[in-house]
């Protein structure tokens, strides 16, 4: 079956609420049917990005284990670790850096949001 655009448009959003509110299961159940695991929204944030900047550890830790990309940044430059740096959540930090994260990527850096709001890494 085919979406036509608005029909993807509304998966995107309700994936994306879902991965914001730690609905591991029902996030993995919409990789399960095809959605990209490094699927963006209209503001380029991805599963990711959302389930790190809102402490969701289980849900990040299943998209990282699904293969998402630990260093897509969002359309206003921002990482996933820079994300969970800026918010405290310092087990999704050690998650996304065992996993690989740049901590030199994107505005600001993980390494200088660390120092904005001292954060250890």
Known sequence: MTLDPEQTARVVAL????????????????????????????????????AAYHGHLDTARMLVDRGADVDLRNARDQSPVAGALF???????????????????????????????????
């Open 87 to 121: 918010k405290g959540e310092s087990d999704i930090v050690r998650l996304l850096v065992d996993a690989g994260a740049d901590l030199d990527a994107g505005t600001p850096t993980a390494r200088e949001t660390a120092r904005m709001f001292g954060q250890e890494i």
């Open 15 to 50: 994936a994306m609420d879902l991965a914001r509110t730690g609905a591991t299961q029902e996030v993995a159940e919409f990789l399960d049917h095809g959605l990209a695991v490094d699927v963006q929204d209209t503001e380029g944030n991805t599963l990711l990005m959302l």
